[in-house]
């Protein structure tokens, strides 16, 4: 019998859990929905701008117009961004992340590290708690962020990062990030956000645009390419947020799924050791009945 009461408490217990993980799903499911219109109305937008900017790029420098922006003298002091979520619970979303930080510090960045010149900017807790422990060079974090994720907040911190950039405080920063790709997929993303490249966009048929300015290339250097480089790093930040709860909710239907399977097991264990209770009982009462009798 303390064997049918443990089993008991078993299920009990794998049931409780099942309801938190599928109530964690509906939600997730929810805020990604809401999350993913998002993305995909921002998508072709940041897309065309990326497009743009990238012949800008090019552009200007044929027509030898200085873009403080595309400045690369040299690649002595580096900060990654690195973009995680708040809170756990997504399958392997974060720990990928720290992975390819982990791999751009140790192959590409090596230099830069033991020099002490490689800064990380963490946004998400998971992130900087990683970081934290591993005493890296951290500026302060940005885990609020995604309390209230709007361009007006994304584009604030983007133009601070724009703004060492100009000051000579960095002279790269890349992105890490997972790109929501769909609910079950994010794809792992290292992009270089500063400085601008002329390099193509990654489309086999791009050629850059000899673009006529109009009022002047200053002012165009001035006005869009901030405006584009903000809606570039915002574009990045809401990826992950898409991709983070696309996962929380990947993860949390195969916890229920699991959860699912434990219970028919544990029933099935149950119900033969029931089974087997009440065959020793049977055996015990005939047992005794028969020594009666002799």
């Known amino acids: ?39 995909l109305r ?12 990238t012949g800008l790029t090019s552009s200007l420098a044929e027509n030898e117009i200085e873009n403080i922006y595309a400045r690369s003298d040299s690649s002595e002091k580096i900060l990654i961004v690195v973009v995680t979520s708040n809170r756990g619970l997504c399958g392997a979303f974060n720990s990928n992340v720290i992975k390819e930080t982990r791999r751009l510090v140790s192959e590409k960045y090596e230099n830069q590290f033991r020099k ?71 794809n792992l993303t290292s992009e270089l956000f500063l400085p601008l490249t002329a390099a193509a966009s990654g489309k086999a048929d791009f050629t850059p645009v000899d673009y006529i300015y109009e009022p002047s290339g ?46 028919r097991d544990l029933t099935l264990q149950y119900n033969k050791a029931r089974q087997a209770a009440i065959t020793n009982q049977i055996l015990e009462v005939v047992s005794g009945a028969e020594a009666l009798k002799g």
């Open 218 to 263: 200053e002012k165009i250097i001035k006005e869009l390419i901030p405006k584009s480089l903000k809606i570039q790093f915002y574009k990045a930040i809401l990826n992950s947020f898409v991709a983070e709860h696309g996962a929380r909710m990947t993860a949390m239907h195969k916890a229920t799924d699991n959860a699912t399977e434990m219970i």
């Open 1 to 39: 019998m303390a064997n049918l009461k443990a089993i008991r408490i078993r299920i009990s217990s794998v049931k409780s859990t099942r309801q938190i993980t599928s109530a964690m799903k509906m939600v997730s499911a929810a805020k990604l929905r809401k999350a993913q219109d998002k993305i």
């Open 116 to 186: 002490g010149n490689l800064y990380f900017l963490a946004v998400g807790k998971k992130g900087y708690d990683y970081l934290r422990k591993q005493k890296q060079n951290l500026l302060p974090p940005q885990n609020e962020l995604f309390n209230d994720l709007t361009f007006d907040n994304a584009s604030s911190l983007a133009e601070d990062i724009m703004n060492r950039f100009l000051s000579g405080e960095f002279d790269r920063v890349e992105i890490i990030y997972n790109q929501f790709k769909n609910a079950a997929v994010q």
């Open 42 to 53: 921002l998508r072709p937008y940041a897309s065309k701008l990326s497009e743009i900017l």
